[in-house]
Structure formats: C-alpha cells, structure tokens
C-alpha cells in the first residue's frame, strides 16, 4: 500500500495551491479519502473528507469556503484545492484512505508541507 502526497510548498497569503494524493496497492473506489493537517505540538486535525462514492464531502469550519476536496477513481487520486491560503493554514497535510466496508482498514500518506508566509 503506497500513498504518496505532493504538492505542498511556499505560498504567500492569499494564494493557492492544490494538493493531491494519488494510491495504489487497495481499491481506491471502495474507500472515503480525507486530508488532515498537524503542526508542531498540536494534534493531527482533519481539515476535509469525500465519501467513497464522492457524494458527499465534508470540511472543517476553519477551512469552509476556503478549500475544496475532490477525487479522481480513474487515477486513483484525491486533491485538496485550497485558496485564500493564511497563515494558520501552515502545517503538514496528510492523505488518509479509509475503507468504507471495513472501519479496520485505515492507510496513511508521509505527509507534504505547506508554509504560508510573506
């Protein structure tokens, strides 16, 4: 099982970027895709999901209107669109892949950095 995230970098305040996670190695269409996000210190909080069928879609207020989460089962790839980028939004991003049909099967990307700064 491999995910594998890109995307992160430098940003200033105010600009975008657009995350994706691509997987291999399970079925993707059978799992709900998240991002989370963690900075130092804090705990691992998840900023967006998408359903296994994409019907529905969930965001943390903090993120609402701001970011937008999407996949792509032909290439087994989930992206988070993210704009009006701040400061807070600094962290490492996380992909996790969770199979719908069985709470047990719960995979993890390494992580992609996203800085927001001037």
């Known amino acids: 099982v491999h995910i594998v995230e890109s995307g992160g970098g430098l940003v200033q305040p105010g600009g975008s970027l657009r995350l994706s996670c691509v997987a291999s190695g399970f079925t993707f269409s059978r799992y709900s895709m998240s991002w989370h996000r963690q900075t130092p210190g804090k705990e691992r909080e998840q900023v967006a999901s998408?359903?296994?069928?994409?019907?529905?879609?969930d965001y943390a207020d903090s993120v609402k209107g701001r970011f937008a989460i999407s996949r792509d089962d032909a290439k087994n790839t989930v992206y988070l669109q993210m704009n009006s980028l701040g400061r807070e939004d600094t962290a490492v991003y996380y992909c996790q892949g969770r199979d719908s049909f069985s709470a047990a099967r719960v995979y993890w990307g390494q992580g992609t950095q996203v800085t927001v700064s001037s």
């Open positions: 998408i359903t296994w069928d994409g019907s529905i879609t």
